[in-house]
């Protein structure tokens, strides 16, 4: 099964549509589609082990590519995108650490971004890999250390997880928190998460048993409602029965965690970026300890929001009068704020413009030149100025299939299409000679502007 092919059969059961297991163990190394993947030059690092026959041991080839802020001395955490099952999926996952908008987060907390890309065969089973038992958790963390070891930062392998995972990644992330919840500040579970009793309908799926620890950790299960709120007949409308599940049973013994219904989609990531960042930015922000090596910080109860999990009404906590064991549990008033608007139509507001570019150069007719995305809204894409006035939008119409269209453009599985598009724009209108002055301005995905880069003036030679 492919989750990036979202085709119409009859509804299975959430753990039928994550595994599809072959006649035989398909433990082969799979090259192709997973041999094409952007360069790992600094600050982009890059390792891959192959698979192993050892029981107990991940049985899949994986690669792991972490992107490192420049300007960070010490990192204070990992942020951790993960795709989720199939070929499809598994190849988007070679393009998570490039992904400027994610990049924006971990940059802001000192975090490195990792994005694992396994190499599961088509049909193979995806529980080898997205049940962290299998022997996912141990290359994860083999990984960290050894991209330390890469990268100059060793302290890699000791900081705080968050975690980001899409269906199988969910129940990756989700299965994480339960073996790992000292480490993990916080997790978005995007349509999958862990099996907490026993499923007799999948007797070889083994349960995870909750631990107290794991009742501090923020989670989020985020599902679109076509994924069985209110579309009950599409493929994964089994992912809302699993999800109001392990939410219950998390959230009625105290656990932080909370719902957010996209209203749009069905199992694509469509627009959640625009939640789960700020999400993620806010448990970010409580829990990171100053120093790598530190326990974390518990989460602050002063502005604690509740709200009905498939409603669209967020209350602070001390004017909730319906039943909080059973409410989704939200860190603060702005991320409330934002919950209530992306459970509406997720048109997240953004009020702020983006980074202006920087470093804008000019080789002949060509401009290159370097931006950060907005961290709210990310980089919708450039409007080019030539000589004061507005010479061409690149791109010209930026395209997304599952949400805001994206500079980057966005796969199935919430990661930049390949080739990833360069920041750069060839002024075919240049007359031979003439001096032109270039300046770049950034949209960021609300269709906000910033401040023109610095410009800078040519003479054009053909």
Known sequence: ???SQPLRVPVLSLFTLLLAVTSD?????QQAPYDVFPSADPPYYR???EPSKTAGELSYGVNYTVWIPRDAKTLRGVIVHQHGCGEGS????LTGAYDLHWQALARKHD???VAPAYEQPEKADCQLWCDPRNGSSAAFQRALADLGAKSGHPELAKVPWALWGHSGGGHWAGGMVMMHPERIAAAWLRSGVPLLKANPD?????????PDQALMVPMMCNLGTKEGVTVKDDRFSAVWPANEEFFLTVRGKGGLIGVAVD???SHDCGNQRYLAIPWLDACLTARLPKGPGEPLNAMPASDIWLATPTGNEALPASKFSEDAQKAGWLPNAAVARAWMQYVKDTNVLDTTPPPAPTNLRVEGNRLSWECDADLESGLAGFVIERDGASLANLPDKAKNPFGRPLFQNLQYSDTPTQPLVAMQFTDATAKPGAS???RVIAVNSAGLKSQPSEAISVNSKH
Request: proline share 6%; aromatic share 6%; charged share 20%.
């Open 1 to 3: 099964m492919n989750d």
């Open 25 to 29: 163990a398909t433990l082969r190394a």
């Open 47 to 49: 390792v891959r082990y």
């Open 90 to 93: 598994c190849k988007s996952g």
């Open 111 to 113: 975090c490195a971004l």
């Open 202 to 210: 999948r007797p070889t799926i083994k349960a995870h048993t909750l």
């Open 263 to 265: 209203p749009l989609s």
């Open 436 to 438: 032109h002055e270039y």
